[in-house]
């Protein structure tokens, strides 16, 4: 399959390129930072391209668009970019300003939604297009969620009507929302430290999802640390 990722440079996107990439998929990683992309290039290896793209760039998503319908047909696009609250305001909604949540909203909610309206011509050329969208549990959750979790609360419903929209394309939507899970910037506190999921669950879980029959879809997953949420 020809896969985009957008936020394939870090964190849960980069684990989902990796395992995908493994398995003989070819693989475009989109990012807004060059240096990371060719870090997570080098260190995935073979059946990975890169696209340096900040998603809020709308000539950049543009050119993006046009190298995407200049070098081949997308089979699925995974929505994993995102922008992340400040540390000190992250589980307030008095507290955060509210030109951070706008921010946010522009980046989870608003981009995400142009992405897929430039990319959807391309993917409904492919003979299985699917969209898959790493939202949050931060979104399902009714307290602590913060501006962030408002974003990806406004993401899980964006998601769940473009799934209704675009059954009759035949395009498959699915919805997965992580827990708290180590990444590059939140790191295991000592080598026995389990307590939150690995990036690469994702990748497994996108993995199984992609070789489901044409006409399974998987709607929505939220996959939370055995132990429960930790906020």
């Known amino acids: 399959m020809n896969i985009i990722i957008a936020g394939g440079s870090r964190g849960i996107g980069k ?22 992309l060719i870090n ?3 260190e995935i290896g073979s059946n990975i391209s890169i696209f340096d793209a900040d ?4 000539k950049r998503v543009d050119e993006l668009a046009n190298f995407v319908g200049n070098t081949f047909v997308p089979d699925v696009l995974i929505l994993s970019a995102a922008q992340f609250p400040k540390p000190e305001t992250a589980r307030s909604v008095v507290d955060a300003d509210a030109e951070e949540l706008s921010g946010i909203i522009n980046t989870n909610v608003v981009s995400n939604y142009r992405l897929v309206k430039k990319l959807l011509p391309y993917l409904k050329k492919s003979q299985n297009p699917r969209i898959i969208v790493i939202g949050s549990t931060a979104g399902v959750r009714t307290d602590n969620g913060g501006v962030y979790g408002i974003s990806k609360a406004a993401l899980i419903n964006y998601v ?3 799934r209704a929209e675009l059954k009759k394309e035949n395009i498959g939507v699915s919805l997965i929302n992580p ?11 000592s080598p026995e430290d ?7 669950d994702f990748g497994i879980l ?19 640390p055995l132990a429960g949420d930790t906020y």
């Open 40 to 42: 997570a290039q080098k």
């Open 194 to 200: 389990d307590s939150l999921l690995e990036s690469k």
């Open 206 to 224: 996108v993995n199984a999802l992609l070789n489901m029959s044409h006409q399974a879809v998987l709607e929505r997953v939220d996959i939370r």
């Open 55 to 58: 998603i809020n760039d709308v």
């Open 179 to 189: 827990g708290a899970t180590f990444t590059e910037t939140r790191k295991k506190k």
């Open 160 to 162: 769940y009507n473009l």
């Open 15 to 36: 684990a989902i390129a990796g395992v995908l990439a493994e398995n003989g998929n070819k693989v475009l990683i989109t990012g807004r930072n060059i240096e990371s």
